[in-house]
T-cell receptor
Framework: GAGVSQSPSNKVTEKGKDVELRCDPI?????LYWYRQSLGQGLEFLIY????????KSGLPSDRFSAERTGGSVSTLTIQRTQQEDSAVYLC???????????????FGPGTRLTVL | EDKVVQSPLSLVVHEGDTVTLNCSYE??????LLWYKQEKKAPTFLFML????IEKKSGRLSSILDKKELFSILNITATQTGDSAVYLC???????????FGQGTRLTINP
């Protein structure tokens, strides 16, 4: 089936505005992850959803960042009052988690390039 | 804190050369180590390694894990310009709930 999709592919916004980034995971994948990649850097974990469990928000850099996952599928990452340092590529990934097996192969979407002016 | 360090950060070689990329890690409750190739935006999966000393191979790419010395290498033989990309190494952290990534190695293959 289709891979992970994200929208928009590019977003340019002004400092102080709110933005919403969307992720559609692979159908049937119960785990969904958001990462951020600043220019020339590795991927930085933001938040993780697994089924109906409470999300792991330990990577969110500030309270301006939030994410939700509705119906165990689509996820939205919201950044409020954007700052220039929020400019990065935001990547979403999903995985089919098998407890006790070889797990956690994460399939990545194409990302959203966010530019805050 | 779990950590992944890759070296070199950047590598430029000529087409046909063989390259070795390095990844060292510190993680509690090690489960696996993953290699990804990132050409534009989306990293694409290359290998998952869980056992020491067992080479995984896919065409001209191969990788091996040393759980005693806590590192992995990714080898690419007979490099081609299409191999130019950022290669990322990652380990699952905290019970495989998230991946901790290294900084990546930017590989450039010149014709």
């Amino acid at each position: 089936g289709a891979g992970v999709s994200q929208s928009p592919s590019n977003k340019v916004t002004e400092k102080g505005k709110d933005v919403e980034l969307r992720c559609d995971p692979i159908s049937g994948h119960t785990a969904l992850y958001w990462y951020r990649q600043s220019l020339g850097q590795g991927l930085e974990f933001l938040i993780y959803f697994q089924g109906n469990s409470a999300p792991d928000k330990s990577g969110l850099p500030s309270d301006r960042f939030s994410a939700e996952r509705t119906g165990g599928s689509v996820s939205t990452l919201t950044i409020q009052r954007t700052q220039q340092e929020d400019s990065a590529v935001y990547l979403c990934a999903s995985s089919l988690v098998w407890w006790g097996g070889n797990d956690n192969e994460q399939f990545f979407g194409p990302g959203t390039r966010l530019t805050v002016l | 804190e779990d950590k992944v360090v890759q070296s070199p950060l950047s590598l430029v070689v000529h087409e046909g050369d063989t390259v070795t990329l390095n990844c060292s890690y510190e993680v509690t409750n090690f489960r696996s180590l993953l290699w990804y190739k990132q050409e534009k935006k989306a990293p694409t999966f290359l290998f998952m390694l869980t056992s020491s000393g067992i080479e995984k191979k896919s065409g001209r790419l191969s990788s091996i894990l040393d759980k005693k010395e806590l590192f992995s290498i990714l080898n690419i033989t007979a490099t081609q310009t299409g191999d130019s990309a950022v290669y990322l190494c990652a380990v699952p952290s905290q019970g495989a709930q998230k991946l901790v990534f290294g900084q990546g190695t930017r590989l450039t293959i010149n014709p």
